[in-house]
Structures are given as structure tokens and as C-alpha cells.
């Protein structure tokens, strides 16, 4: 029993996001049926961002992740760039 209980509270968000994005899809055909673009794009918007929180509930990702995957994103591209010809443009901001 505290088997399906633990597994039950460990899913409930990745269901509750999977649900989301299932409903947010039904709304999108539906609105497209009846011409109210702006629900439909409203829709999309909700299940686009359902679906990255599942996908990041599935990775394990939490928000303080994803500063530390920028800076090291920066530092591969600054690394990799510091390494181009000199001769190739490159615009500095």
C-alpha cells in the first residue's frame, strides 16, 4: 500500500501536465472549428507550456538548474568562438 501511495504522489505532476496538454490540444481543435484564433493560439501556448513542464519534470530540472545550464551553455561558446579564425566576422555586444 505505501508502495501505490509513494508512486502516486511521485506521478501526480507529470499527470496532472500530461492532462493539461491533452486538454489544451482538445481546446485548440475545438477553437479552430469555430474561428476564435486567438483561443486557439491561447491553447497552443498552454499545452507548448505544459509540455516543457513534463519534459523537465521527467529530467529532474529545477528552476535553480537552469542559470547553471546557461553559464556553462556561455562559457562552451565563448570557448568555442575563441578558437575561429580571426578573419571570420564577429559582432561583440
Not at 474561428?35 to 529532474?60: C, E, N, P, Q, R
Amino acid at each position: 500500500m505505501a508502495a501505490i501511495t509513494t508512486s502516486v504522489l511521485l506521478m501526480r505532476w507529470p499527470l496532472v501536465s500530461a492532462v493539461l496538454m491533452f486538454l489544451a490540444s482538445t481546446l485548440n481543435i475545438q477553437f479552430r472549428k469555430s474561428d476564435y484564433t486567438f483561443f486557439a493560439i491561447v491553447s497552443s501556448m498552454l499545452g507548448i507550456a505544459s509540455a516543457l513542464w513534463f519534459a523537465t519534470g521527467l529530467l529532474g530540472l529545477e528552476w535553480a538548474d537552469f542559470p547553471v545550464i546557461w553559464a556553462s551553455f556561455k562559457d562552451i561558446m565563448v570557448e568555442i568562438s575563441s578558437h575561429a579564425p580571426p578573419e571570420w566576422p564577429m559582432v561583440m555586444t
